[in-house]
């Protein structure tokens, strides 16, 4: 069976072979992924386990396969694979993703933009977005 992996440590152990993470240089959750490595010691002494990807669903994909033992990937990602994977740690030590919203100051659409962004901000819109996955701002 897979090796037990519930904490970043775990990530460690000999029968974990295979870590999928996004390309540092072109992937932002590989970026994520680095950032929070290194808060914790890890990027280095990890990184002959490190199968990368060219986007996150790929490192979604090989996680959900079991074609490597780990994967670091979005929540909101993981959220979409259902049962075929298991969120065991969410890493600190990154930059938190942020997801802006503003109307373009060259729209024609305007006030149909700003009735947009205030349904994003309404309770209404908070509870789709936590349905997928998604926290507070």
């Known amino acids: 069976?897979?090796?037990?992996?519930?904490?970043?440590?775990?990530?460690?152990?000999?029968?974990?072979?295979?870590?999928?993470?996004?390309?540092v240089a072109s992937v932002p959750v590989?970026?994520?992924?680095?950032?929070a490595l290194e808060a914790?010691?890890?990027?280095?002494?990890?990184?002959?386990?490190?199968?990368f990807a060219d986007n996150v669903r790929q490192v979604l994909d090989y996680v959900s396969?079991?074609?490597?033992?780990a994967g670091f990937v979005y929540r909101t990602d993981a959220a979409?694979?259902?049962?075929?994977?298991?969120?065991?740690a969410t890493p600190?030590?990154?930059t938190p993703v942020s997801y802006p919203?503003?109307?373009?100051?060259?729209?024609?659409?305007?006030?149909?933009?700003a009735d947009f962004i205030a349904f994003v901000g309404s309770d209404a819109g908070q509870q789709v977005l936590a349905r997928y996955g998604f926290g507070r701002p």
Do not use: C, H
């Open 101 to 113: 919203i503003a109307v373009v100051g060259e729209s024609r659409n305007k006030a149909l933009a």
């Open 1 to 23: 069976g897979a090796p037990a992996v519930a904490a970043l440590a775990d990530l460690n152990k000999a029968d974990v072979k295979r870590i999928a993470v996004g390309k």
């Open 30 to 35: 590989g970026r994520y992924t680095q950032q």
């Open 80 to 88: 979409i694979a259902g049962d075929k994977v298991r969120v065991v």
């Open 92 to 94: 600190q030590g990154a």
């Open 40 to 51: 914790t010691q890890q990027w280095a002494p990890l990184q002959p386990k490190f199968v």
């Open 65 to 69: 396969r079991g074609e490597v033992e």
